[in-house]
Structure formats: structure tokens, C-alpha cells
């Protein structure tokens, strides 16, 4: 017989809310949902390039002479960059310790596969959002032809010139659709909104948009190549 | 039938764990997968081997004791079943099963397929119930509940906690297991007054616990053998949020997971009658 | 031995108040002091743990399991009965109480059932309370159903889990307990031995089913809630693990054994298919409201059930007992259901089962309404045999379900041993020779939540309990005969598994103390037995060492309890020279072959003593008295 003392409880103080994975998908949640308004208005915005280089340039101007809400703006969008990474990264680390032996054979069955490549599309989308900064923002890198500081119009067209820069592009917004397509609804769950007849409907919406906002962005590349936008 | 049982053997949890494989010629069709791995445990036995460990009760798909992972599958192929239930007849001749147990960090190895799973009970005494003690109860029909919010409340309640949402979860997260009794008992008017306290105390010993995070996929309900649904887990966000929100300075406590087997208080410490 | 069941005097309405009022309390201030452990955390035990961690005693809480929630309380599907009459159908706690001891046959004690009908209504205020989700009616009251036995609906159900839903109800009770620090939980911890000193309960002797370890748990009162022993039968509605281990242990340190031969068996649960057979699923009973059951009229047909004309078919429940027709109670429909298949018209591969055919009701009701009935039945049956029973007649056949008997207690639940109390199916209060359906969950509830917590303070306030020494002979004791009989059936190293000696037990059980029991059968089946069980001690092999999991060991010291519990059941058979409830004499029926008490001679409890291995046991007789319900034959024609 032993006679070791056990069973006593230990008791400890428990994180607050970003220290829960609740509270992190929430955070998520909010920080994926003004990103994804950032993509849309984005989209808007690029689609100006069909009414021609005097509309976008325009544009192009209009954004830069807001001048005090600008890096407000920016700062927002890094922000919540920063923070929808930060807590991706700390759950995939989670992922790691919480199941450290795998299956030698696991099969998905519920699940959708936007939903599974959710740790895979986000970074690739990730590093081409770096790639398109350094080449249709600050025009550091600009393959093909020479960056024109203020003619938007000139630098997108001639960087979709160049067949891979547009491959790159189209290979990346489709993937952000499948990112989108699982966040649109996901984060709706997050927040605690799900009801067997809406949730549905939000899911079909959710697809149509992320199909739409593919579609609208990868117009762009492809009338540049097929030579409709010149 | 002809059957080749691949099974994970793992004499303790010190132990790394291998795959061993049985072959099985007479396999029964009408036989549960269970009474399949009893057929070669007696086998076993008399052949002088240790028979694999495996847990299991009740064999009527309710007591959530059975579980494991058949080719990758929580409880196997067939949906809406435990294996206590799956007959053999839903595989084919000759094939092969792999046959593992859960893994999760918040779920120790035992011995072969079967695991610890006392994070659950842990998760539950956080606040994963009424404060109502023995006595204190008004009639029955003192509280009207519409029979559709009691349905609810029945489905969410359904869960026989064997955990397969968490093996098949690919964070190892609990948030189908959490959420299911967070539901149940939020969504009735017995659970309002607790609501707030319950989802942030149950949230934290899950947290506590270990298990991974929940990334909205949804493989947990397609493993459910009672086919909880994922609004569960909305609804353990939105109390957790609005927890979080309301709460004012009580502080919120986890008990640290205890994973070793003790047997419990032993005479030495025993604070025993002497009134 | 006398035995005081301490039954109080004076009106029956009042006689628990009475009790309550007179039974000495626990200073608030001095529950701490006290331990109490709790073996068991089914609805009894769970409820137990819960209410006394409550009160502010120091509870240790046992199960086998790997939870609490796992146990076998959990499968009850059809309901639990409340005398709540909120049908206005004329339910009152006295029909409640008349039925249940009129459906016990008149066996069972009269003021133990009016207290469980008295209690039955706070039961459900307090699992409403609890958040059962109980089903409910559309304006947001409960609702009820009616089940067999009864002519009113008092019957509360959670769709056909009620079972898992009380039982979570009072897991998380218990669970909260943990929380708050006064129950301490501990799982896959087995009771072994009882520890008596100075004639008193003190204690476990304990092994942990993982480490393998030995422990012993000491305790001002212990309560034994662990259930019934119908895997004495190998096949049975019970869980695996079921085991009558605690209650043996417990008997054989001086606990009386009450009617062990009372069992129940069930009349709808589908067929035993193979030789691997490892338990048999219940159908819910609620089947036969709408199901006729039938067998071919001529014996060896073996044509499909289509093909047999409707002037072929023999609807023998209908034709027997027109009024009650296929909704007779379950020991008449199982002993039937037994009639047929002996004489050679059963049906099915083994000849074992009837059809339940629906076919009617479909036509009568439409597929929709039967599915909504029943459908999660239905696509149970599916599941397990593969067969449609919207197109083809479901096959079933009676099995062990439920044990009546159990370990003696007086009207505190007290049993022979001062400070052991039994609550639920372990002991063998309430039921009499048969139970009514939906009983069982209100008796682990009643005697858990509202009975122990009383008669267990009046126990301590009046007991001086001295401290207990480790080195006590008696903890010493207890401690060696554990280690003794481990270190022994992992040393015989015979031949043949636990699993074949168990199943060929349950085939004597089966055979000869089953669903009818002759004189000539039972004496048989004991010489069979002590052959088995000499044999098991010769020839059983377990493998694996005492030291960590071990599942064969587990079975092993569990078979051996059950080697000795079926000699015991077959000799309470034989000694019972009458039929009652589930209990059928062949040789004691009524001309149409119903159960013939005999009130002049049987109306008592029979409670057995343990005296030894090879021993005869000792029968103490209580008398039975009805002041209230006077024993009349049960007809259901």
C-alpha cells in the first residue's frame, strides 16, 4: 500500500481573452472581416481600370491625397494583418502540440477543402500581398518595364505584361477566394452566429462572393494579356 | 470473411507503440467490430498473447466508452454509429483495417486503443451544469419551455462524450464536446442565470486542457455519432464573447490537468470520523 | 438472524415524514468530519455523491469506468414514472404506489413503494431543475406517455434517451461536487472488498484498474449503488462491465443476499445471431403499441414471413389474452414468446424469435407516422441485422434486462452490515418479483437524492466511529484476501478463456434459472455450477501480470463472483417452491399456464447468508404484510 498523497487539485488563473482560442477566433473573425471589406473596395477600385488610365490614375491620386486618413487606414489594415498572423500562427502551434503523435491514416470527411487549406492558402496569399506592395506600391521590384511613380495605369498593365507576374496573380486571388470562401461564414460562427436555415444560405453566399471577387480580380491580369487592356 | 486487422499495440504510456497485424479468416458478417476484436482477443488468449485493450460498455451506442479509429475514420465508415454498432458487413472481404486509438495531448495513451479521458469529466465540473442543489427545485411545469427550444436542447444534449470529435478534428479541439453542453444548458431557461460564468469557466479548463483550436471545418460533426451539429460551437463563441464582455472582477480558474493514475486520497490523509 | 426492516408504524401517507422527523441530524459544522464512500456513479450512486457532497460530507466517489458518465443508467431508453398526474387521468401518489406493488406480484415491502411513489414527484422537479430536457407539449408543459402496466400516463421521457439524460443530470451534479472540492471521483478504481471492523462498514479494499494497484479507502459509512447482476447470464441487456462484484464482496462479509432468483426479463430485444455474441440490444417496449407479434402456425415452417398467408399465422398473445392483447406485461409476453419457440415454432436462423410485424400499422397509419414513432428504433434494428423492418417483421426475443433482488436493506437502505446502505438495482427493495416499466430510473433516483441523504446522517449522528488504524487487522485482512485471490487467477495458467467458462454459465443460468424453472432444472444447474466453478479454479487462464490494465483480469475476479452468485440464484429458485412475477415454477400454474403464487407460504422476502465456500447459505424469511394492497392473482386476460 502506498501511501503517497494525491489527488489534490491545483488550481490556476485562467488567460484572459485573447489568451483562449475562443477569443482568438474572434479576434480573427473581426480582423477577416475588415480585411475582406479592404478587398472589395480594393476591387472597386481596381476595376477602373477598363474606363481607361485617365479614371484609374485618378483614383490612384484620389487615395493618395487623403493624406491624414491614409496611414490611418494603413495602419488599420496592418493591425489587423498582424493580428488575424499572430493568432494563426499561435493556433497552428497549438495544432502541433495538441495532437503530438498523428494517424497513420486520417480521412477527411465533413470538411470542406477551402476549409482544410486554410493554413496553406492564407501565407501563400500572405506573400503575394508582400510581392504586390513591392510592385504596384512602392514599384521597388517591377519586372518588364520601368515603375512610374503616379501612373497607376502604366505599372499595372506592363507589370501583367509579363506572363508570370500574371500567373503569380491569378494563382494567388484564387486562392484567396478558397480563404475567403471558408471565412466569410467562418467568421460569422466565430463571432456565435450560426442557424440551421440561415448559416446555409450564408454558406452559398459566401461561395458566390468569393467567386465574384476571383472573377473581378483576375479580369484584370487576363484582358492585359489577351491585349483588351493596353 | 477474410480480414486484416492492423492495430496499434502500446503497452503503456511509456511505451512508443507499434502496428501489429492479425489476419482473420472467419469474420462474421453479422458481427459488431467489437465483437470482431473479442473473437480475436480469444484467440489471442489461448494462443498465450495479451489481448488487445479496448474500451467498451454498454455496446448499444450510448455509453460513449467505445471508440477508435477505423482507416482513418472516427468509428468507422458507416455514419451516425459507434463501433460497438458497426456490423462487419459494411467491409469488404479481404480487407485491410487500421485500426488506432484517438490522439490528442489531452487524451494520454493508456494501453492500446484505450486513452484517458478525463479531460472531459474536467471540462465538465468547470460549469458544465445547474447549480440546483437536491431540494431546491420548483414544480416541473413552474417553467414553461416551448417544445421546440427543449428539442433543441435535446440535441445539443445528445452527446455521449467518447471524444471522436476530437480525434477527428485535425487541431485535436474539444469545442464540439464543449459546446454541445454549453448549448444544452444556455439554450434552456434553467441555464440563463449561469450562462456568462459557465462558457467562460468551461472555455478556460478546455483551454487548460490542452486540446487545439477550433477552425470552423466541421470534421467533429461529421464524426459525431450522435450528429451534434457545429451550431453548438457558435453558440459556445457567442457566450464566451458576451461572457467575456459582461464580466466584471470575477476571476476565472482552471484545475490543472491531472494525468497520472493516482488512487486517490490513501488512509494517511484521510480526514475520518472522529466526531 | 432476525431481521428489523425498521419499517415505521402508523398511516402509510405518513410514514416517511414520520421517519424523517425522527431520525437524529449532522451538526452542518460536523459533515466534514465525515467520509462517506460512494461505490457506483449511476443514477443511485451519481445522485448519492452529488447530494451528500452537497450536505457537506467528504465523499469519495468509485466507478470502474473510465467516467462517471458512463455507467450503465445511461442506456434506459422508455422513461421514468412520476405520480405528477399533470394528464388530470386520475394518477395519485396511492395508484402509483397500488400499481407497483400489484406489478411486483406481492413481493415486495409496501412502505418502501409508497415512499418511492411519494418521492417520485420531487424527482421530476429536480431533474427539470437539473436541465433534463424531458419532452415537452407545445404550449411548454411536460409531457407524458403511458407504459406497460399501467392504465394512466405518468410516464416523463427525453425522446428514447431517458436514461443518458437523468444520468448526465446527476453526473453533472456530481461533477459540480468535484468542483466545489467535496467529492473526490475516482474512476477505473474498482471495489474489491468491503472492510468491516467491529461489525461495521468502514471501508474499501480498491484496485486501480490502470497502475494495478491496491489501495484501501477508509470511511465513517459506505454505500454500494453498483447496479444489477444480470451478466450472471453472460448474455444480457446489461453493459459489459456489469458485474456483481461489490454486492458479492459485500455479501460474503455479512451482507444479506435478498431473492436472488427475482429476475426480469425483457420480451423485446432482437436475436442472438452467432456463437460470438457478446450482449443482446433492447428494443424499446414502447414497439409493442403499435407491432403485433406472431410465429407460423405450423411448427418447422420456413417460409419467408410474406409468404406465409395471414390463416397461417398465429397472433398467440392476441388470441391468449384478448383484452391486454400484445401490450400484456413483460414476464407474461417473454414466457410466451419462450412457449412458442419450445415448441418448434419459432422463427429466425436459431429458431429463437418471434415476428413484431408492423405491417398493419403502417397500412393503418402510413409509413410517416411509424417513422415518427419509432424511427430511431427502427434504424437501430437496420443497423444490427440488416433487415428493413418497414418491409420485413422485425425478429425479437425475450433476454435478462433487469434483477429485482439484491442485497437485504431495511426502510433506511441499511443492509445487515451497520453503515453499508444499497441504493438502486443493487439493492433489492422496491420491485418485488417483477418491475414495472419505467421504475427503475425513478428507484436510482429516489433512493439517491432524497432517501440516502436522510437515513445516512441519522446513521452517523448515532454510530460513535472510532479511528481506524492502517495497521488494523481487519483493513490488513481485507488487503491479503484482494491480493490473494489476484496473485491466484493469475497463476492457474490453465486452458480456457474467462469469456468461454462465463458463457457457458450464462447457458446453465439460461437453461434452467431463466425465463421457467423446474425443480428438476435447478438442481441440476447447482451441480453444473460447483463443477464449472471447480473447473474455472483448475483450468482458467488469465493472461498479462496484476501490475497495470488488465481487462482479463478484471472479468476474471468479476466471473468468479458470478460462478458463486448462480449457485446462489438456482438454490433461492428451488427454495421458492411457487411462481411470482418473474419468477415461473413450471410446476405451479394456473390451468392456463399463468404464475400461481402461494400467499399461505411464500410471502416473504427470502434473505440469504453467506457461510463459507461449498457452505449452504442461511435463509432468514422477512414476512411480508399488506395492510394496504391486498394480493389478488394478476390476470391480464
Known sequence: MSTSAVGVREEERAPGFWGSTNGKKAVMAVTGAILFIFVIGHLAGNLQVFEGPAKLNAYGKLLHTLGELLWPVRIVLLLCVTLHITATVQLALLKKRARPVGYSAKKAIASSYSSRTMYWSGPIVLAFVIFHLLHLTAGYYHPGAAFIEGDVYHNVVSGFQVWWVSVWYIFSVILLGLHLRHGIWSMFQSLGMNHPRHTPILKSTAWVVAVTIVLGYISIPISVMLGVVK | MKLTLKIWRQTGRKDKGRFVSYAMDDVNAEMSMLECLDVLNESLIERGEEPVAFEHDCREGICGSCGFMINGIPHGPLPATTVCQLTMRHFKDGEELVIEPWRAAAFPAVKDLVVDRRSFDRIIAAGGYISVSTGNAPDGNAILVSKDTSDRAMDAAACIGCGACVAACPNASSALFTGAKIAHLSILPQGAPERDGRALNMVAQMNAEGFGGCTNIGECTGACPKEIQLEVIATMNRDFIRGSWKRRDQEVRTVKPMTEWSTGSKLKIDPHATS | ?637
Open chain 3, 1 to 637: 438472524m432476525a431481521l428489523d426492516s425498521r419499517i415505521p408504524t402508523g398511516p402509510i401517507e405518513q410514514a416517511w415524514e414520520k421517519t424523517k422527523f425522527d431520525l437524529k441530524l449532522v451538526n452542518p459544522a460536523n459533515k466534514r468530519k465525515h467520509t462517506i464512500i460512494v461505490v457506483g456513479s449511476g443514477l443511485a450512486g451519481g445522485a448519492a455523491s452529488a447530494t451528500l457532497g452537497e450536505l457537506g460530507y467528504n465523499v469519495k466517489c468509485f466507478c470502474f469506468q473510465d467516467s462517471p458518465r458512463r455507467a450503465h443508467s445511461i442506456a434506459a431508453q422508455g422513461g421514468i414514472n412520476a405520480a405528477k398526474n399533470y394528464q388530470n387521468d386520475g394518477d395519485s401518489i396511492y395508484r402509483l404506489f397500488y400499481d407497483t406493488v400489484k406489478g411486483g406480484d406481492f413481493r415486495s415491502r409496501e412502505a418502501n413503494v409508497y415512499r418511492l411513489a411519494e418521492i417520485s414527484v420531487k424527482i421530476i422537479d429536480q431533474c427539470v431543475a437539473q436541465g433534463v430536457p424531458f419532452a415537452r407539449e407545445y404550449g411548454g408543459s411536460l409531457t407524458n406517455r403511458s407504459f406497460g402496466g399501467a392504465q394512466v400516463s405518468r410516464t416523463f421521457y427525453a425522446r428514447g434517451q431517458t436514461g443518458q439524460q437523468l444520468l448526465l443530470g446527476a453526473y453533472q451534479a456530481l461533477e459540480r461536487q468535484v468542483n466545489a472540492g467535496t467529492v473526490e471521483m475516482l474512476a477505473r478504481t474498482e471495489m474489491l472488498d468491503l472492510i468491516v471492523i467491529d461489525g461495521k462498514a468502514r471501508g474499501i479494499v480498491a484496485r486501480n484498474l490502470v497502475t494495478g494497484e491496491i489501495s484501501t479507502y477508509i470511511a465513517d459509512a459506505v454505500v454500494l449503488a453498483t447496479g444489477g447482476y444480470g451478466n450472471v447470464y453472460y448474455l444480457s441487456t446489461n453493459a459489459k462491465g456489469s458485474n456483481v462484484t461489490a454486492s458479492w464482496r459485500a455479501h460474503k462479509r455479512g451482507a444479506l443476499f435478498a431473492n436472488p432468483c427475482y429476475t426480469q426479463i425483457h420480451p423485446t430485444c432482437i436475436p442472438v445471431s452467432g456463437d460470438y455474441q457478446s450482449k443482446l440490444t433492447l428494443m424499446s417496449e414502447s414497439l409493442r403499441n403499435d407491432g403485433r407479434i406472431w410465429v407460423p402456425m405450423n411448427k418447422g415452417d420456413k417460409r419467408k414471413p410474406e409468404q406465409i398467408p395471414e390463416a397461417e399465422r398465429d397472433y398467440y398473445l392476441e388470441r391468449r389474452y384478448p383484452s391486454f392483447g400484445n401490450l400484456v406485461p413483460r414476464d407474461v409476453a417473454s414466457r410466451n414468446a419462450k412457449a412458442v419457440c419450445d415448441e418448434g415454432r419459432g422463427v429466425g436462423p436459431s429458431g429463437l424469435g418471434v415476428y413484431l410485424d408492423f405491417a398493419d400499422a403502417i397500412r393503418r397509419l402510413g409509413e410517416q407516422t411509424i417513422r415518427e414513432r419509432y424511427g430511431n428504433l427502427f434504424d437501430m434494428y437496420e443497423r444490427i441485422t440488416d433487415e428493413n423492418p418497414y418491409k420485413v417483421p422485425m425478429r425479437i426475443y425475450p433476454a435478462i434486462h433487469y434483477t429485482m433482488g439484491g442485497l437485504w436493506v431495511d426502510y433506511h437502505l441499511q443492509s445487515t452490515i451497520p453503515g453499508l446502505f444499497v441504493l438502486g438495482e443493487a439493492n433489492f427493495s422496491d420491485h418485488g418479483a417483477n418491475r414495472l416499466g419505467a421504475s427503475a430510473l425513478m428507484q436510482g433516483l429516489s433512493d439517491g437524492y432524497f432517501v440516502i441523504p436522510y437515513t445516512i446522517g441519522n446513521y452517523l449522528a448515532t454510530n460513535k466511529l472510532g479511528k481506524v488504524e492502517e495497521s488494523n487487522a481487519e483493513v490488513r485482512n481485507a488487503v491479503a484476501c484482494v491480493n490473494e485471490t489476484i496473485s491466484k487467477l493469475l497463476s492457474i495458467k490453465g486452458k480456457r478463456t474467462v469469456d468461454s467458462f462465463h458463457r457457458e454459465l450464462g447457458k446453465i443460468m439460461w437453461e434452467y434459472c431463466g425465463m421457467s424453472r423446474t425443480a428438476e432444472g435447478l438442481q441440476k444447474a447447482i451441480g453444473q455450477i460447483r463443477e464449472l466453478r471447480d473447473d474455472y479454479w483448475q483450468n482458467v487462464t488469465v493472461p498479462g501480470a496484476g501490475a497495470d490494465l488488465n481487462q482479463s483480469l478484471e472479468k476474471a475476479g468479476r466471473v468468479a463472483d458470478f460462478l458463486e452468485l448462480g449457485e446462489l440464484m438456482c438454490i433461492d429458485a428451488l427454495e421458492r417452491n411457487e411462481s411470482c412475477g418473474g419468477h415461473f415454477r413450471e410446476e405451479h400454474q394456473t390451468p392456463d399456464g399463468e404464475a400461481k403464487r402461494d400467499d399461505e407460504h411464500f410471502s416473504y422476502v427470502a434473505a440469504w447468508g453467506y457461510r463459507g465456500p461449498g457452505n449452504r447459505p442461511e435463509l432468514t424469511k422477512e414476512p411480508l404484510e399488506f395492510e394496504y394492497v391486498h394480493p389478488s392473482q394478476r390476470s391480464y386476460k
